[in-house]
């Protein structure tokens, strides 16, 4: 059974209860343990407060507050708005936390914002506003302001610089749709949990709060993201910001909330109460306080910008909570639904493969790199640049052997993966290809290009490459599932070595790994060809002729 309404308040509170013994005195900051981010201390005390509010808000919207956490969240926006905060500017940490404390104060307007003295009302608009008059990172970060402007308008305090900033967050965000209900994060081809737990959560969240239709695809984007699941809650690992765990239920949570979801109300609970169990399993909380990590703390999880206070962005999930107790979400009946299926999404260029409880999540489309950005290879990023992604496993760490990834060999530079270009995607197949890059001093080589083809059934993933172009002297390497179960891969056609590489920093999910790795030495256009199984065996079929009915129907040109 996963989580019933009155757990995830006691969830609520329990996260709230430990993080407020790291208030400072005056309550404007929460300096949670933990190694700083790149913004500096004073910047994570901000975060520290925004985000536990956040989690507060939710869990008090219907103004039930047994804990008085409104009342602490009020004295310390009084205090941080007296200059205790840092201010907002381009392309800040501030600006982020703005959003989460204005959208804190929209859903706990009748008990905090309006019995606010005018004064501190005017200091907290003069401080919010600076989200509208700075600029945004030119990607989920434009609906920071936008987010500011809701509340805004919401307290009566709404002009002509919060409607263009509304107006400009949409705008982009229409430019940004892909299809299959999935948005680039910015300009470019970057698709990862941000479609959920931002670019569809904040514009989509407004319109319920102002009772009107939801606008951005959201009952379409669920139908192919509550598979990116595992049947024990894991989301699959892929994309940046996993420290905030199980703020990637929050769009399933908020779907159940509007109704403009796919999914049954049972289904839907089932999904958010097993993902938030599964992370308060496995080590998500260090003395009641959440982690940097993904189970436990785990470095390679992070970027730059995590601190202390980070994995709080998964008080988002908690939007749950504003479906009262009488909500179907929590008196229907709960659903599992574990069905094996394959869904190939042709917009961001992936195809999810769902077997005996794991997801896989094969990428033929996002890739973080944006439009005016070189490639090469000391940019390599593990979280975007793998051929594939899973609910059971983590990609290797940047300076290990890399998993799931094809890499050229040439005079002792190893390519990488860095702008995926989609070929197409349907069925049961996904396509894409991509210009092996290489360090700064030769970032690639003339002529050269790989074309890929990721197809599957049941467990069993046919992964075919066409390198052309290859000069003398190439080496191939294509590697598997970092993993510590048996997860073979297997040649089919073209490779010549095999053996298994370790990856001594590990995954999220194990301390170490082991990496299977296939090999051979090419030149010009060469078809290389290999099955790979995660946690299970190569069944024994006639992968040539596969290969043979793939090859016609992507490369080929055929299909």
Not at 236 to 250: E, H, I, K, P, Q
Not at 323 to 350: I, S, V, Y
Not at 513 to 518: D, G, I, M, Q, R
């Amino acid at each position: 059974m996963s989580y019933s309404r009155e757990q995830w308040v006691e969830t609520a509170d329990s996260l709230l209860t430990a993080a407020w013994r790291y208030a400072s005195p005056d309550q404007a900051f929460l300096d949670l343990p933990g190694r700083p981010s790149r913004s500096g201390v004073r910047s994570d005390g901000l975060e520290g407060y925004a985000r536990t509010f956040l989690a507060a808000a939710f869990r008090t919207a219907h103004g039930d507050d047994p804990h008085n956490w409104l009342e602490r969240y009020a004295a310390g926006l009084a205090a941080g708005t007296k200059g205790e905060w840092p201010e907002i500017f381009d392309v800040g940490q501030p600006m982020v936390e703005s959003a989460s404390v204005a959208l804190g104060l929209r859903l706990t307007k009748p008990w905090l914002w309006d019995k606010l003295p005018e004064s501190v009302q005017d200091r907290t608009e003069a401080w919010l506003r600076g989200a509208l008059r700075h600029v945004p990172a030119a990607n989920n970060w434009y609906f920071f302001p936008y987010t500011v402007a809701s509340f805004l308008e919401a307290a009566g305090r709404g002009d002509d610089e919060t409607r263009q900033a509304k107006r400009r967050a949409m705008e982009l965000l229409h430019g940004w749709y892909r299809g299959d209900g999935w948005y680039s994060d910015g300009d470019g081809r970057a698709f990862d949990h941000y479609n959920g737990w931002a670019l569809h959560l904040y514009p989509a969240l407004d319109a319920f709060l102002d009772g009107k239709p939801i606008t951005t695809h959201l009952k379409e984007h669920l139908e192919s993201f509550h598979l990116l699941f595992g049947a024990d809650g894991a989301p699959v690992y892929f994309g940046r910001s996993l420290t905030y765990r199980f703020a990637a239920a929050s769009a399933i949570a908020l779907g159940a909330v509007t109704g403009e979801t796919p999914l049954s109300p049972g289904h839907s609970r089932h999904l958010i109460g097993t993902t938030l169990k599964y992370f308060l399993d496995r080590g998500a909380l260090t003395d009641g306080v959440l982690s940097l990590g993904w189970h436990g703390p785990h470095e390679a999880s992070l970027q730059p910008y995590s601190g202390p206070a980070s994995p709080y962005w998964a008080s988002k999930a908690f939007v749950c909570l504003l479906a009262g107790p009488d909500h179907p979400l929590w008196t229907a009946q709960e659903e599992r639904q574990d069905e094996n299926r394959t869904l190939a999404l042709p917009g961001p260029g992936l195809l999810i493969q769902r077997h005996n409880g794991v997801t896989r999540l094969h990428n033929h489309g996002s890739d973080h790199v944006r439009p005016f950005e070189g490639e090469h290879a000391t940019e390599d990023d593990p979280l975007y640049s793998r051929f594939a992604y899973s609910t059971t496993s983590g990609p290797t760490s940047k300076h290990n052997v890399p998993d799931n990834h094809i890499s050229l060999v040439i005079r002792g530079d190893r390519s990488v993966r860095r702008r995926i270009h989609p070929l197409g995607a349907r069925d049961n197949w996904a396509a894409s290809w991509h210009r092996p890059v290489f360090d700064a001093h030769q970032p690639m080589v003339p002529g050269l290009r790989i074309e890929s083809v990721t197809a599957v059934w049941d467990d069993q993933e046919l992964r075919i490459h066409r390198v052309i172009g290859a000069p003398p002297g190439t080496r191939a390497e294509l590697t598997g599932w970092a993993t510590d179960l048996p997860s073979p891969l297997v040649g089919v056609r073209g490779w010549t070595g095999a053996d298994r590489r370790t990856a001594p920093q590990g995954t999220a999910f194990t301390g170490t790994a082991s990496v299977p790795t296939l090999t051979a030495d090419i030149e010009g256009t060469v078809t290389l060809v290999a099955v790979a199984v995660l946690n299970g065996t190569v069944a024994d079929e006639d992968w040539e002729a596969r290969t043979a009915e793939i090859l016609r129907l992507t490369l080929d040109g055929d299909g």
